[in-house]
Structure formats: structure tokens, C-alpha cells
């Protein structure tokens, strides 16, 4: 939650100095970027939510959970991302078609301050959301990337213009839209690509074959499993939640099947611990079946 907290406050900070330098310094880079930053307060406030809710223990009504609230933040700020990219396109396409603005130092130092400032943000942000697992906090972490992108191009374009203007050099100082355009592209397929997992996640999406192949030879390493009858494995937030049917002899106890399932699940959660839940149903196995290459079916 700190890291929230200090890319909001972050956020804040940058909004503020790049429309207050892009207006007195006419730089319409930086008030297209102080917009953006704008929407990144947005974007951080409910990713910060998000992830409140989705600490929250299980209810009746929510009995696994309330991960996927995290899944929905990842989704908005998506969607900002989207919006964002398209927003700040199109003034760079138009900027195209007006007479070039004067560029300031002032203006390109600000660009920079920006530029250092949402590189620490980023790494801190991504470093945290590997640490806990946490959608909201990546989908933080890829927004303030974006925000890396757009000030690289206002640093670049404002640079660009200033020494056109000092060298007479005309063409440079359309360095700005380009460089905005470029971004725009940039950050689009950033937007795009979260919204796919987060799309991904909400259908349940399986876990990739190598994890599921992972899970699978821990399950083989339980003695009592004469057969993996079916595996399965999905995301679930920060967390992903596993179901197994395995084949044991028919002749076990109950009180020898509840151990054999409680192996199972603290190997694979010893082994895995972004998983929250493993769900083991199991199935008889009768003297003469076959149990080798303990095949795997997935329905």
C-alpha cells in the first residue's frame, strides 16, 4: 500500500509542475503530458482501491475471494492507457498542421525532472509487484512506463525544438509531434496488451504449459497417485487457485485419502506460492489399471 501511496503522491507532484510550466512556458507537450499525468491520479487512486477490496478475506457471498477486483483495476487502467494514447496522438498529428511553439529550457528541465522521476516510480512499482503478485500494482507500474515514454518524447521534443530554434535548423522543431506520435503508438500497445490479460484472467485463462507441466510433476512425486485423471489451473488475482483429480488404490481409507490430498497440496503450494488454493478430488484405482507415464487429461 506505501508503494500506492507514493506513486499517487507522485503523480500529483508531476501533474501539477507540467501544467503549471507547460502554460507559462507555452509548451503544449507538457500540458498534453500534465493531462495524461492527470489520468494517472486516476488510474493509481483505483488500482490503489482495487487492491483493497481485493485483500479482503472471503465472504458468503464471495466464498473465493475478492481477487479479481484487482484484475478489474488492472482493466481501468487500461482503458486510461488506451484513452491516453489516443488523447495525446491526435494533438501530436494536429501539431503537425500549426506553426511550431517556442521552446524554453525551463520547459525541457521539467521534461527531465518528469523523466527521473517516473524511472524511480517504475522500477519501485514493478519491483513491488513482483514481490507480492499484485495485477493493480503491475498495471501501476506499466502506467508510470507510459508515463517514461511520453516524457522521453517531451524531453526529446522540446530539446529538439530549442535547437532548431537556435540553429535556425526549421524541420527539428516538429520534433515534438513526432516524437509524441511514436509514444502515443507505444502507449496504445501497452493499454492494448493489459486489457488482453486482464481479458485473459476474467475468462479464466489456463496457467501457461510449462507452470501446468510444473504442478503436474509435483503431483507425480506423491507415491499413493497411481494417475492424473485431469489438472487444471487459473489465475485468480494475485493468487491462482488449482484443481486436480488423481487416481489412488480404491482400497484406502478415508483418514489415508485426506493425507494423501493434504501431501498433495502442501507440494504444491510449498512449491508454488503464488497458490492460494488447491481443490484434489479423487478417484479409485483398481489393481490391473493402467498408471503409467501418469497421463494427464484436461476437460
Known amino acids: 500500500m506505501i508503494a ?5 503522491v507522485g503523480n500529483v507532484l508531476l501533474t501539477g509542475i507540467k501544467l503549471l510550466v507547460g502554460i507559462l512556458f507555452n509548451s503544449q507537450v507538457l500540458i498534453a503530458d500534465g493531462i495524461h499525468n492527470a489520468g494517472d491520479i486516476i488510474a493509481t487512486a483505483t488500482a490503489y482501491s482495487s487492491m483493497r477490496v481485493s485483500g479482503k478475506p472471503p465472504d458468503e457471498d464471495h466464498p473465493y475471494g475478492h481477487g479479481k477486483a484487482e484484475v478489474l483495476g488492472a482493466g481501468i487502467v487500461a482503458f486510461i492507457l488506451i484513452v491516453a494514447a489516443l488523447y495525446m ?3 501530436a498529428v494536429m501539431a503537425f498542421f500549426a506553426p511550431p511553439t517556442e521552446a524554453h529550457l525551463i520547459a525541457f528541465f521539467a521534461a527531465i525532472v518528469s523523466l527521473v522521476a517516473k524511472l524511480f516510480l517504475y522500477n519501485y512499482t514493478m519491483r513491488i509487484s513482483r514481490e507480492t503478485k499484485s495485477k493493480a500494482m503491475l498495471a501501476t507500474a506499466y502506467d508510470h512506463l507510459a508515463d517514461v515514454y511520453a516524457s522521453l518524447a517531451a524531453t526529446v521534443g522540446i530539446g529538439l525544438g530549442w535547437i532548431g530554434e537556435h540553429y535556425g ?3 527539428l522543431s516538429y520534433g515534438d509531434p513526432a516524437a509524441g506520435v511514436v509514444v502515443s503508438l507505444l502507449v496504445l500497445k501497452l493499454g492494448a496488451d493489459m486489457a488482453r490479460e486482464t481479458v485473459d484472467v476474467l475468462m ?3 496457467l501457461s504449459p510449462e ?4 504442478i503436474t510433476e ?3 512425486e506423491v507415491p499413493e ?9 487459473r489465475e485468480h488475482g494475485h493468487y491462482v487457485l488449482v484443481d486436480a483429480r488423481v487416481a489412488v488404490e480404491a482400497t484406502l481409507t478415508i483418514q489415508e485419502g485426506h493425507d494423501i490430498i493434504r501431501t498433495i497440496k502442501q507440494r504444491v503450494m510449498d512449491a508454488h506460492p503464488e497458490v492460494d488454493e488447491v481443490l484434489v478430488h479423487l478417484n479409485p484405482w ?11 487429461r484436461r476437460e
Not at 497417485?225 to 489451473?233: G, K, M, P, T, Y
Not at 483398481?286 to 494427464?296: I, L
Open 4 to 8: 500506492m501511496w507514493i506513486s499517487l
Open 89 to 91: 496522438g491526435y494533438h
Open 169 to 171: 535548423i526549421g524541420w
Open 204 to 206: 479464466d485463462k489456463s
Open 211 to 214: 507452470k501446468i507441466e510444473d
Open 218 to 220: 509435483h503431483l507425480r
Open 225 to 233: 497417485v497411481r494417475r492424473i485423471d485431469r489438472l487444471r489451473a
Open 286 to 296: 483398481y489393481e490391473g489399471e493402467n498408471d503409467s507415464g501418469f497421463p494427464v
